[in-house]
């Protein structure tokens, strides 16, 4: 059971369309997957994605951290020592999220593998199928309906729509897509940082004065700006969900203490993986506040790793985890299967992952 070896490789995998948030556009996910081994052969895998913009990790940092610095610390270790391997984690170097996110995964694939038992069982076991939303780019709102009615069509019950582009054309956005969907469909909000506290309480109001039913707004105002947050959650009645805001068990708390939101996003590419996941959606449940397991544009390696805990958890009660159905191929066998909006959870042991295709390795 004692760690012998981790590689690491390099994945690209293209887009159907570009993605296109308040904070960048991007073509195709260039990944990093690592590869744990152990005595008895096994071998873990994870997976992490290069967000500068939101966690400020890139391949070559997340690459070089666990080259130099985790490696040596993980050698000879037992892997089912999941709390010491964390301790070594967060000794190997402060931040650096995606990259712990990435060992993480891979030590909870061998840990499920070793006692044979899928992952998300082992981490409560709540439910086998999970239901995620879809994510519509933001673009005009002509080409932002056609691709919400798409969505619909392809059985989508809920869109999460990625505004925070200047609040005049939100508002135009919003109000074109909820007349292309009619009323059944649940809208929720992205502004990924894009808004002044102000401003988001203005607009805000008028969707709610114009009865567009937005069922919850995510991250409207700048990451550290927490007072901010929380004057919008107070001034609006649709539920404000923290994202950016919110990377540590420690901002969690911070946040939940001063009441500034009402849900909370959890990624594990922000919490550096399931470990601390775990730790975030406790206290958010200590507080009564229900979470939203996120990812960002990620491969299904690290989306299945996100989905065994989504369906571990009873109080991760929604799902942001279309990042595999926006990419044009899937280089995973095995893994969760994805069925328009349900996600079931694979039988195999650990992630349940048979093989990787079009791996380079580094
Ligand atoms: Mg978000």
């Not at 102000?198 to 927490?226: C, G, R, S, T, Y």
Request: glycine share 8%; net charge negative; proline share 4%.
């Amino acid at each position: 059971m004692e760690i012998t070896d981790i590689r690491m490789y390099h994945l690209s995998v293209p887009l159907k369309k570009p993605f296109k948030t308040a904070l960048r556009t991007v073509d195709s996910a260039e990944e990093t997957v690592v590869k744990i081994k152990i005595d008895n052969g096994l071998v873990g895998i994870g997976e992490a994605p290069p967000t500068a913009v939101i966690t400020g990790d890139i391949n070559e940092g997340i690459r070089g951290l666990i080259n130099k610095k985790i490696k040596p610390l993980f050698i000879g270790e037992k892997v089912d020592n999941i709390d010491k391997l964390h301790f070594l984690l967060e000794k190997s170097a402060v931040n650096n999220h995606s990259a712990k996110a990435a060992v993480d995964m891979a030590i909870y694939d061998l840990y499920g593998k070793i006692y044979d038992a899928p992952l998300y069982k082992l981490l409560g076991g709540y439910q086998n199928k999970i239901t995620s939303d879809l994510t519509i780019s933001v673009n005009s709102p002509a080409e932002m309906s056609e691709d919400a009615k798409k969505a619909v069509e392809q059985g989508y019950k809920t869109l999460k729509l990625k505004v925070g582009k200047g609040m005049k054309v939100d508002l135009k956005r919003i109000r074109a897509i909820r007349e292309a969907v009619g009323p059944e469909i649940e809208i929720r909000l992205d502004a990924n940082q894009g808004w002044e506290a102000k401003e988001a309480v203005q607009v805000i109001k008028k969707m709610e004065e114009e009865n567009l039913d937005i069922e919850l707004v995510e991250q409207p105002v700048k990451a550290a700006d927490f007072k901010g947050m929380k004057f919008v959650r107070d001034n609006v009645l649709t539920p404000i969900m923290a994202d950016e805001s919110l990377f540590s068990a420690k901002d969690c708390l911070k946040l939940l203490e001063i009441q500034a939101c009402d849900l909370i996003n959890i990624k594990l590419m922000k919490a550096g993986g399931i470990y601390n996941a775990l730790k975030i959606n406790s206290i958010a449940e200590a507080y009564g506040i229900e979470t939203m397991l996120g990812s960002m544009l990620e491969a299904k390696i690290s989306v299945t790793a996100a989905a065994h805990l989504a369906a571990a958890k009873k109080n991760i009660t929604r799902l942001d985890l279309d990042a595999p159905s926006l990419l044009a191929e899937d280089p995973v066998n095995g893994g969760i299967e994805i069925d328009g909006p349900d996600i079931y959870l694979p039988d195999g042991p650990g992630l349940g992952i048979n093989k990787i295709n079009n791996l380079i390795e580094l």
